[in-house]
């Protein structure tokens, strides 16, 4: 009996031992396969000829939750070789985690491609006018207060070839996006008004524009406004080194006025004639890769993104990877809005499809294999994860000990607009208000709706979350109402700023001014042995509040400051006692009180600065 029980025990033991990852089924040869990054636990039991039940079920007794179509990563795949005594090697691939565009292309496979043109210049000079009149439509209009706040990509033809125009915001707030688009961009169009010459954004154009070693064509506009003066706004910007080609410079120079279209095909013709001496190719002929220019979350649509495809041709079934986001296209349109099927180089299109809203600005790469593609993205997303988890954990602690040490004041923002160029536009701009006494550091700025997760992470750190042209439900507004979290609604980056600015300056060390709330005189004195001296008062002027400071003042000098004691009226302690009402009140630790006495009060109030 005891033999058996002693069998029995051996048994159990060897059955407990087989999830343990460490065990090796004996008498069993070794099998070799090969596997290709992303395999699913599906693709793997077929490979290794078990059921895709055994390896969920093993993977269960590790601690893994996984289906059938979940990816598998290469340390889980070696613990299920382990298991089931299987020699398997990866297959090595291309390094596809980089989506940009690495391959040198071979000359006889380029093509003429589309010159990418970028407006740039001053707030109100007229960059979206310019375009408006090109395109022929009313883009102006639908901004809010005239002033662009979205980057827009548009393609139009001038004498039977393509132009690709990229109309980027003047304010200064969008100085990260105005960056951006020059680096994505052949050709910069600064555009200056004649009636007000070189302006602070002006100089930023230009300076993106050599940053990014692009050539630059002057367009100065508003010509014909009575105030115009052009030779001024040569001058000017002859000193930021832009000499005109008539004074024996290098850079083109032309007059416009995007209103009535007054020299505009001359400077279509400039454009055209400058993309012919950059010799611009592109490889139609392979996956297509590029940039976000915009990317915002429509509630109809899910994740929707505006692409410049900058080299291949981009098919409107294709699997592609931006940023963190994986798509299958499942809808791809032009800048006018018309379904296309294909997009060359040097196109602009909008997509449909994306698991997530891109950033503005990721480089995105089509894959051949979707598989491949959905395993990058994974491995993006989760490398993503762990960096912010690690970062705003550090800075936390750091921010915490620094706060502690050294009495830093802090203001955590978290942003959330309707595109991803607003979000960065508006992170921006509130981090330039930062100054000595009053940090702001946003933890998130992202396109998309206000969430649950963002009211989480406002609840850890009391952040403060702004939408920009966003609004919550009514289930994320309860929830922040639960957690008394601020969420500021706004449509216009300057409202924000200015609410903002306001916020820090109540976080600044408070200033207080003492403001005389009323007078009392005594009529009456009652000793009492425990409590002191009770001073029976008429209220004269103003109220006499409970805790309040006061002054005993005798023949108009002041014999005592301090605090009151208590304040009653009958037997009751109340907060406060109007003029023309008797009371009864004490004086914290005095009792050399008089009839006749004037006890006057006081307290400090903040001064708004």
Same mark, same amino acid.
């Given at each position: ?327 299958? !296209?499942?809808?791809?349109? $032009? /800048?006018?809005?018309?379904? =296309? @099927? ?8 909008? +997509? *449909? ?38 970062? !705003?954990?550090?800075?936390? $602690? /750091?921010?915490?000990?620094? =706060? @502690? ?8 923002? +978290? *942003? ?38 963002? !009211? ?154």
């Amino acid at each position: 009996m005891t033999n058996k029980k002693a069998n029995n025990k051996r048994k159990r033991n060897n059955s407990n031992k087989k999830y343990s990852g460490n065990y090796v089924r004996k008498n069993q040869a070794a099998k070799d396969c090969t596997y290709q990054e992303g395999i699913t636990v599906k693709e793997l039991a077929e490979k290794i000829n078990k059921s895709p039940a055994d390896i969920i079920k093993f993977l269960f007794m590790l601690g893994k939750m996984y289906t059938v179509n979940t990816s598998l990563d290469d340390e889980t795949i070696e613990l299920i070789a382990l298991e089931y005594n299987i020699n398997i090697t990866k297959e090595e691939t291309e390094d596809s985690d980089s989506l940009e565009d690495d391959i040198v292309d071979n000359p006889e496979d380029l093509e003429a491609r589309a010159p990418i043109v970028t407006i740039m210049g001053h707030v109100d000079h007229g960059k979206t006018t310019l375009l408006d009149f090109i395109r022929k439509t009313n883009v102006t209009a639908g901004e809010f207060g005239g002033i662009t706040q979205h980057i827009g990509a548009y393609q139009t033809n001038v004498h039977g070839q393509k132009v690709t125009f990229l109309d980027t915001p003047g304010h200064e707030a969008f100085t990260a996006m105005r960056s951006r688009g020059a680096k994505m961009t052949d050709i910069v169009v600064v555009i200056v008004a004649a009636d007000d010459g070189v302006m602070p954004q002006t100089k930023e154009a230009i300076d993106h524009a050599r940053a990014a070693d692009v050539p630059i064509i002057i367009a100065i506009n508003k010509i014909d406004k009575h105030n115009a003066n052009v030779d001024k706004v040569y001058n000017e910007l002859a000193d930021y080194g832009l000499i005109p080609e008539e004074w024996g410079g290098d850079t083109m120079f032309t007059k416009i006025s995007a209103k009535s279209g007054e020299g505009v095909q001359t400077l279509l013709e400039m454009i055209l004639l400058l993309s012919e001496v950059l010799e611009l190719k592109a490889n139609p002929d392979k996956l297509a890769t590029g940039t976000v220019v915009e990317a915002k979350l429509d509630r109809g649509r899910g994740p929707v993104a505006t692409l410049l495809v900058q080299n291949g041709t981009l098919d409107s079934s294709d699997c592609l990877v931006v940023g963190t986001a994986f798509c299958r !296209i499942r809808k791809m349109t $032009d /800048d006018k809005g018309k379904e =296309i @099927k294909t997009a060359k180089p040097s196109t602009p299109v909008e +997509i *449909i499809g994306l698991s997530d809203v891109p950033e503005a600005g990721d480089h995105f790469k089509v894959f051949a294999d979707e598989k491949r593609a959905r395993a990058v993205a994974d491995r993006r997303t989760q490398a993503k994860l762990e960096l912010e988890r690690r970062t !705003i954990g550090l800075s936390l $602690d /750091d921010i915490a000990t620094r =706060i @502690k040490e050294g009495d830093l004041k802090q203001l955590d923002i +978290i *942003i959330k607009a309707d595109v991803a160029g607003s979000a960065e536009a508006v992170q921006s701009s509130m981090e330039k208000l930062s100054n000595e006494e009053v940090k702001i550091r946003v933890l998130r700025a992202a396109a998309g709706g206000i969430t649950e997760s963002d !009211i989480m992470l406002a609840t850890t750190s009391n952040a403060i979350i702004y939408g920009f042209n966003v609004r919550p439900n009514a289930t994320v507004k309860r929830m922040a109402e639960d957690n008394n979290i601020s969420i500021r609604l706004h449509n216009i980056i300057y409202k924000a700023l200015e609410e903002l600015e306001s916020i820090m300056k109540g976080m600044l060390a408070p200033v207080y001014e003492e403001v005389v709330l009323g007078q009392a005189t005594v009529r009456q004195l009652f000793k009492v042995s425990r409590i002191g001296t009770i001073a029976g008062c008429m209220v004269d002027d103003g109220i006499i509040k409970n805790n309040c400071g006061v002054r005993l003042i005798r023949n108009g000098v002041v014999i005592y400051t301090g605090k009151l004691g208590s304040l009653q009226r009958f037997k009751d302690n109340v907060r406060e006692v109007k003029a023309g009402y008797e009371c009864g009140l004490t004086i914290e630790r005095y009792n050399d009180i008089k009839i006749d006495d004037i006890i006057e009060a006081f307290e400090d109030q903040e001064v708004t600065e």
